[in-house]
């Protein structure tokens, strides 16, 4: 079994920040690459920001220059610093990590249980 478990969202007013973690845990053999979707209602969800082990970075075009995404592979944990809110960032944040499990053969994908983050203007 592989868990995350995400923390640090909330509210904040436009201009703020607010940093995200997510730390995985359970029977984790090695992690491919970690990151953060994030879903506004009625819109689709969308990849914010991927962190790869070897600490290559992705960010969606809107997030570019205000979020910051790092990991600390030895605690298995990633962390998305996000700047400059804008009202447009609202959603609730998904934290994903690509696993590859113990005694297992293939990678998969698991999700944390997602955190709100809400700007207000």
């Known amino acids: 079994q592989v868990r995350l478990v995400e923390s640090g969202g909330g509210l904040v007013q436009t201009g703020g920040s607010l940093r995200l973690s997510c730390a995985a845990s359970g029977s984790i053999f090695s992690i491919n690459a970690m990151g953060w979707y994030r879903q506004a209602p009625g819109k689709e969800r969308e990849l914010v920001a991927t962190?790869?082990?070897?600490?290559?970075?992705t960010y969606v075009d809107s997030v570019k220059g205000r979020f910051t995404i790092s990991s600390d592979n030895a605690k298995n944990t990633a962390y998305l610093q996000m700047n400059s809110l804008k009202p447009e960032d609202t959603a609730v944040y998904y934290c994903y990590a690509r696993v590859l499990p113990t005694q297992s053969i293939s990678s998969h994908n698991y999700w944390g249980q997602g955190t709100q983050v809400t700007v207000s203007s």
């Open positions: 962190i790869t082990s070897g600490g290559s970075t």
